[in-house]
């Protein structure tokens, strides 16, 4: 629903920040890691996560992209919460937990509060693939500028297209025709994927 929000911080503590954003002042679920980006700005964007229960609707807060993209991982798994999964990246950073599921280092995993031997097997289990397919780039931010290339490997990663191979066939359709948009260059590399 939100995919950030951006405005004057008005309070800030280890597990939770006010953001105020035009006289509303939105109370958003961080971590540890957020919480250290925070600093002692005054003005601060946290992409967000918006969990839809019966009785509550909380915003999750994330200092960048990336870790958000790491949450809605590790949410995916069954048995991993929102709350587990924020314990986890306060636990450790977003780069120890992406490492250790990618080289199934269950110890480094199991380290955190309330992760046991199954639940990180678990984790490395249904995680391994898709991080080791995302490659290092789960983690880093989305760049400001954006290129029609950029905008376009994106989509097609999404789609779950690895990485390689998409950009491999971006490139010949880019070479057949520089003046393509994004929509136009994913349509032609759909075809050829």
Request: net charge neutral.
């Amino acid at each position: 629903m939100f995919d950030y929000i951006e405005g004057k911080l008005v309070f800030k503590s280890p597990a939770y920040a006010v953001i105020d954003v035009a006289g509303i002042g939105y109370h958003i679920n961080i971590s540890v890691n957020t919480y250290a980006k925070l600093g002692d700005l005054n003005r601060f964007k946290l992409y967000t996560w918006l969990h839809v229960k019966e009785d509550a609707h909380t915003l999750y807060g994330f200092g960048d992209e990336g870790e958000r993209r790491l949450f809605l991982h590790l949410i995916s798994v069954s048995g991993i919460g929102p709350n587990t999964a924020r314990m986890m990246l306060s636990s450790i950073t977003p780069e120890e937990i992406q490492d250790a599921i990618v080289k199934g280092h269950v110890p480094t995993i199991q380290r955190i509060k309330g992760i046991g031997p199954k639940s990180a097997q678990r984790l490395i289990l249904e995680l391994q693939d898709k991080l080791k397919k995302d490659g290092p780039d789960t983690l880093i931010n989305v760049p400001v500028n954006y290129t029609v290339k950029d905008e376009a490997l994106s989509a097609l990663i999404m789609l779950g297209f690895a990485r390689n191979i998409a950009e491999k066939v971006l490139d010949s359709e880019m070479k057949k025709n520089v003046d393509l948009n994004v929509e136009q260059l994913i349509k032609a590399a759909l075809k050829n994927l």
